[in-house]
């Protein structure tokens, strides 16, 4: 086979790694959201710990968090620990229901649908707050 008919028999690699079906994008946003996570939870440990050595410093800290950028990023938390949550249980049940890798799928549409149905109205009421102060409103 000469050079020229191999490169044409190659795929080409264009586009995205992961080419896989929803359950690889499962699987990516799944370590994606508990890194996120991780993080979270290894800053709160340590602003917290700030109030034993300097309660003004810890106050000045908290005061920065009371900014709405902050208050998207929780927005953002909350949807990461969702989904990681949810799709957590997902991951068990096709790991220990004997059914489970045949309705995996479904199982992956079902956990988004609930994420949806969780996260519009805490979004809302979560942002509120923030859209009140950034625009004005009663």
Same mark, same amino acid.
């Given at each position: 086979?000469?050079?020229? &008919?191999?490169?044409?028999?190659? #795929?080409?690699?264009?586009? *995205?790694?992961?080419?896989? +079906?929803?359950?690889?994008?499962?699987?990516? &946003?799944?370590?994606?959201?508990?890194?996120?996570?991780?993080?979270?939870?290894?800053?709160?440990?340590?602003?917290?710990? !700030?109030?034993?050595?300097? #309660?003004?410093?810890?106050?000045?800290?908290?005061? *920065?968090?009371? *900014? #709405?950028?902050?208050?998207?990023?929780?927005?953002?938390?909350?949807?990461?620990?969702?989904?990681?949550? !949810?799709?957590?249980?997902?991951? @068990?049940?096709? +790991?220990?229901?004997?059914?489970?890798?045949?309705?995996?799928?479904?199982?992956?549409?079902?956990?988004?649908?609930?994420? !949806? !149905?969780?996260?519009?109205?805490?979004?809302?009421? @979560?942002?509120?707050?923030?859209?009140?102060?950034?625009?004005?409103?009663?």
């Amino acid at each position: 086979m000469s050079a020229e &008919a191999a490169e044409v028999s190659r #795929p080409s690699r264009r586009g *995205t790694l992961y080419r896989g +079906d929803p359950g690889m994008w499962s699987w990516v &946003a799944h370590r994606i959201t508990g890194v996120l996570t991780f993080f979270f939870l290894f800053a709160h440990v340590l602003d917290t710990a !700030l109030v034993r050595v300097s #309660p003004q410093a810890y106050n000045e800290i908290i005061e *920065t968090y009371k *900014t #709405p950028l902050v208050n998207l990023m929780e927005v953002g938390l909350v949807g990461a620990v969702l989904y990681h949550a !949810l799709n957590g249980v997902r991951v @068990m049940l096709v +790991d220990f229901w004997a059914k489970g890798p045949r309705y995996q799928r479904q199982m992956l549409w079902g956990i988004l649908v609930v994420w !949806l !149905l969780v996260m519009l109205p805490g979004a809302y009421f @979560m942002l509120v707050r923030t859209v009140t102060e950034m625009f004005g409103g009663s």
